[in-house]
């Protein structure tokens, strides 16, 4: 059993800045591709980026892209998602996810709990 821990998200200006962590324990985390994906008030969850296990290969949502970054660290069981340029299209809460598959077939098996990312216009 993996259990994931967000943390990271806050408010912040359009343009700004936030850089979101997921540290995972209870397993090897190097076996998992990791991703994030996200869920505004009203809206179903849509992914926001994936990360292969030996963070070789990157796959990112088109609204996302050129902004956002995932990064993970097997040494500290941490996936990163770096995301600038913010808007406030991106409010919503982002969760991190470790699972099977590769970056474009990813299936979840572990969602951590969650972090607020607001973005005041």
């Known amino acids: 059993q993996v259990q994931l821990v967000e943390s990271g998200g806050g408010l912040v200006q359009a343009g700004g800045s936030l850089r979101l962590s997921c540290a995972a324990s209870?397993?090897?985390?190097?076996?998992?591709?990791m991703g994030w994906s996200r869920q505004a008030p009203g809206k179903e969850r849509e992914f926001v980026a994936r990360?292969?296990?030996?963070?070789?290969?990157?796959y990112y949502t088109d609204s996302v892209k050129g902004r956002f970054t995932i990064s993970r660290d097997n040494a500290k069981n941490t996936v990163y998602l770096q995301m600038n340029i913010l808007k406030p299209e991106d409010t919503a809460v982002y969760y991190c996810?470790?699972?099977?598959?590769?970056?474009?077939?990813?299936?979840?098996?572990?969602w951590g709990q969650g972090t607020q990312v607001t973005v005041s216009s």
């Open positions: 209870g397993g090897t985390f190097s076996n998992y591709v």
């Open positions: 990360i292969s296990r030996s963070h070789s290969n990157t």
């Open positions: 996810a470790a699972g099977s598959g590769t970056t474009m077939d990813f299936r979840e098996r572990y």
